[in-house]
């Protein structure tokens, strides 16, 4: 049981590339979410998906898309990375057994240069 | 819309010191608390929450006592250990179905030897 993994751990990207970041669980949770961290500002929520086939925006939405076509992945897009965008990713998932546990993989940490 | 605010850290402290981190919340109606606790390099785990007023949770010696008359809800431990050192965050889900949490900036312990 590998919990919720995050793919890949690392990545440096140029301005203006783009790159999607993978986010599995394998706990057949029907709610995950993005989050971004940034220092001094803790974890705001990017997007969020209730269910396979779903997506919502959360706090900052702006310069990221995401897909949910398989209940176990939630897949996270940067379409045209900025500097900006420079931050660790946080990928989560919980369950409506309990809502109130949300399980978290390790992170992924991106730089855009 | 609903807040949480924690102390600034660093907290720094001696191995065996008592630990206090301060977390206040706004939210309307009866909002869940929880903290949420970051080791090195890894993601978020759940340390403890509490679902009412004057619910204690309790987790691995911490405890957080659910004060509604003052919003606060703040993380203390007896006795801490080197292995305390991480970063915990308060957060809030508001009771009316399926809410998003919202998290505090994070507190950083650093325990010492």
């Known amino acids: 049981n590998a919990g919720v993994t995050q793919t890949p751990k690392f990545r440096v990207l140029k301005t203006g590339q783009s790159m999607t970041l993978l986010c599995a669980q394998d706990?057949?949770?029907?709610?995950m979410y993005w989050y971004r961290q940034d220092p001094g500002m803790g974890l705001r929520l990017i997007h969020y998906?209730?269910?396979?086939?779903?997506?919502a925006k959360g706090e900052v939405p702006d310069g990221y898309n995401v897909s949910r076509l398989k209940k176990q992945n939630f897949l996270l897009g940067l379409e045209s990375a900025a500097p900006s965008q420079t931050s660790v990713y946080f990928c989560?998932?919980?369950?409506?057994?309990?809502?109130?546990?949300?399980?978290f993989g390790p992170g992924t940490r991106l730089t855009v240069t | 819309g609903d807040s949480v605010t924690q102390m600034e850290g660093p907290v720094t402290l001696s191995e065996e010191a008592f630990l206090t981190i301060n977390c206040t919340y706004t939210?309307?109606?009866?909002?869940?608390l929880f903290w949420y606790v970051q080791y090195p390099g890894e993601g978020l785990q759940l340390l403890l929450k509490?679902?009412?007023?004057?619910d204690k949770g309790s987790n691995k010696g911490f405890e957080a006592t659910y004060r509604k008359e003052t919003t606060s809800f703040h993380l203390e431990k007896g006795s801490v250990q080197v292995s305390d050192s991480a970063v915990y965050f308060c957060?809030?889900?508001?009771?009316?179905?399926?809410?998003?949490?919202?998290f505090g900036t994070g507190t950083r312990l650093l325990v010492s030897p």
């Open positions: 989560a998932s919980s369950s409506n057994r309990d809502l109130y546990e949300q399980y």
């Open positions: 706990m057949n949770h029907e709610y």
């Open positions: 998906s209730v269910g396979e086939g779903t997506t």
């Open positions: 939210a309307t109606g009866y909002p869940s």
């Open positions: 509490a679902t009412k007023a004057d």
């Open positions: 957060a809030l889900k508001r009771d009316t179905g399926f809410q998003k949490l919202v």
